[in-house]
């Protein structure tokens, strides 16, 4: 049975991630960008999908792995011998310039892919800030490193819930995989499960593609995307 009180979530900082993360987020009080977690390769940390005329096309940050197997997501550097940001600024006019909104968001990814960014945690989190007021998204968020959170998967998110002070956890549905159902009820915690029924909107090229970053949402829908991306509260279940 779910407590009463403010419902936080968390989730590894993405680069311009898809829909489902930012529903995720407006449908929490609180939300947590976990920093001090390992960086994991082929993630969503340093990469995005976005939709061509040919079909799907990746856009990934190039970073520096090598011999940093261990390395925490705020210290991951981006390899900048690699212009990346050329590359993926030009993809978003080649592909999204006759899109009804790109204009009125063009000057931020202008500026964006200008700057010479050295760890991939600041430029994420920069594009994640900018993206959460287009969608006027209004979660209070926080980085999992200002606290000094308890070791361990399921006793990090309880602890997070006590300093937030707040009563349920919303988890994804993969967190029924991992995380100790009974450590959240002895805390007095209650854990709501999120499914994300995908809305669909107005898109270029074609038939509708699913799943692309949320900056095909905000070019094609401009100051209508969070409200069409509040749609998919209606999936939350208990």
């Known amino acids: 049975m779910m407590n009463n009180g403010p419902v936080y979530s968390a989730h590894q900082l993405h ?13 929490a009080d ?22 061509t005329a040919g079909g799907k096309q990746w ?13 925490l997501i705020r210290d991951v550097r981006i390899n900048t011998e690699i212009n990346w940001r050329r590359k993926h600024w030009k993809s978003l006019i080649v ?31 920069a594009a994640m800030k900018f993206l959460l007021e287009a969608l006027s998204i209004k979660t209070n968020y926080f980085l999992s490193s200002e606290f000094d959170l308890e070791p361990g998967r399921t006793e990090r998110i309880i602890d997070m ?21 009974g450590l959240f009820e002895k805390n007095r915690i209650g854990v709501e499960y999120l499914q ?12 509708f593609q699913p799943a692309m970053s949320v900056i095909d949402l905000l070019f094609n ?18």
């Open 15 to 27: 680069y311009l991630p898809w829909l489902a993360y930012f529903f995720k987020i407006q449908a």
């Open 30 to 51: 609180k939300f947590v960008f976990a920093d001090d977690v390992q960086y994991k390769s082929h993630n969503f940390i340093n990469r995005a999908q976005i939709k």
């Open 59 to 71: 856009l990934t940050i190039p970073v520096l792995t090598k011999g940093k197997q261990a390395q």
């Open 95 to 125: 592909n999204y310039k006759t899109a009804p909104w790109f204009e009125k968001y063009a000057d931020f990814f202008a500026e964006f892919y200008a700057k010479n960014w050295t760890f991939l945690f600041d430029a994420n989190f």
């Open 161 to 181: 819930g006590l300093r937030l002070q707040c009563r349920t956890y919303l988890s994804g549905p993969s967190g029924k995989k991992y995380m100790d159902l």
């Open 196 to 207: 994300f029924q995908h809305p669909q909107y107005s898109q270029q090229f074609g038939v």
């Open 221 to 238: 829908e401009g100051p209508n995307a969070g409200e069409i991306l509040a749609k998919g509260k209606e999936t939350m279940r208990q």
